[in-house]
């Protein structure tokens, strides 16, 4: 059983930053597939950010050119760095690597 924490999520204004970790309990550098989802109250869960298994990386529209996807492989973890974040951006954002999920971490932004 693999596990995946998320951690980094908490409580920001409008236009400020926040950087979300996603800590694997195996090793990385072999994943085809690292993502990014998240889960707003009342809607479906929607990939926000995932590097795949062509080796590129894929956005949503909602979040080019203000979030950033990356990894370490040596740290088993990758990462989703959101700048200018609106309230829209709020929910819970889970990790996910093809099989496991991670258990989430609330991102609430205020206006």
């Not at 088993?76 to 496991?100: F, I, R």
Request: with cysteine; net charge positive.
């Amino acid at each position: 059983q693999v596990q995946l924490v998320e951690s980094g999520g908490g409580l920001v204004q409008a236009g400020g930053s926040l950087r979300l970790s996603c800590a694997a309990s195996r090793a990385i550098a072999s994943i085809n597939f690292m993502g990014w989802y998240r889960q707003a109250p009342g809607n479906q869960r929607e990939l926000v950010a995932a590097f795949t298994v062509s080796g590129t990386t894929n956005y949503a529209d909602s979040v080019k050119g203000r979030f950033t996807i990356s990894r370490d492989n040596a740290k088993t973890t990758w990462y989703l760095q959101m700048n200018s974040l609106k309230p829209e951006d709020t929910a819970v954002y889970y990790c996910h690597d093809g099989v496991y999920w991670g258990q989430g971490t609330q991102v609430t932004v205020s206006s």
